[in-house]
């Protein structure tokens, strides 16, 4: 609606009231980056996950779920992000090995999804292990 208005893209702010003594507004692409630079590509988030076994597979690729949303709906995930995820993810063999067993489903769910960020060109890596990686599981 807001793009209709203004005939261009529209700035989008998150806002974060965690002290509501000290509200602070981020941009939306500021905030996913923090996100993913605290939590989803963190290894001891991602430690934590794993301590989880099943359910925490699955909020692993919930998480690229979610990146590949805001990616698609208002553009504000960087490829660098989503690098970052890959290589937290399934570029790290112990990760992927432990998403392969914990939750086959949700393995299957993270590499399909990386592959249609990147055919949907949301993703555009420069990294050619990642893109010899993504050729491979195809």
């Known amino acids: 609606a807001a793009q209709q208005v203004t005939g261009g893209l529209a700035a989008l702010y998150h806002l974060d009231n965690t002290n ?3 509200v602070r507004a981020r941009s939306l692409s500021e905030e996913i980056a923090r996100v993913v ?26 998480t690229l779920d979610h990146m590949g949303s805001f990616a698609h709906l208002a553009n504000v995930v960087g490829p660098h992000l989503f690098d970052m995820f890959f290589d937290a993810t399934l570029g790290n063999i112990d990760i992927s090995t432990f998403m392969e067993e914990a939750n086959p489903e949700a393995f299957a769910a993270l590499k399909n999804r990386f592959e249609a960020l ?12 990642i893109r010899a990686s993504l050729e491979a599981a195809q």
């Open 37 to 62: 630079h605290a939590r989803a590509s963190n290894s001891d988030w991602i430690a934590g996950m794993r301590r989880h076994g099943y359910r925490g597979a699955a909020e692993i690729a919930a």
């Open 20 to 22: 509501p003594e000290a």
């Open 118 to 129: 990147d055919k949907a060109g949301l993703w555009v890596t420069r990294r050619n292990s």
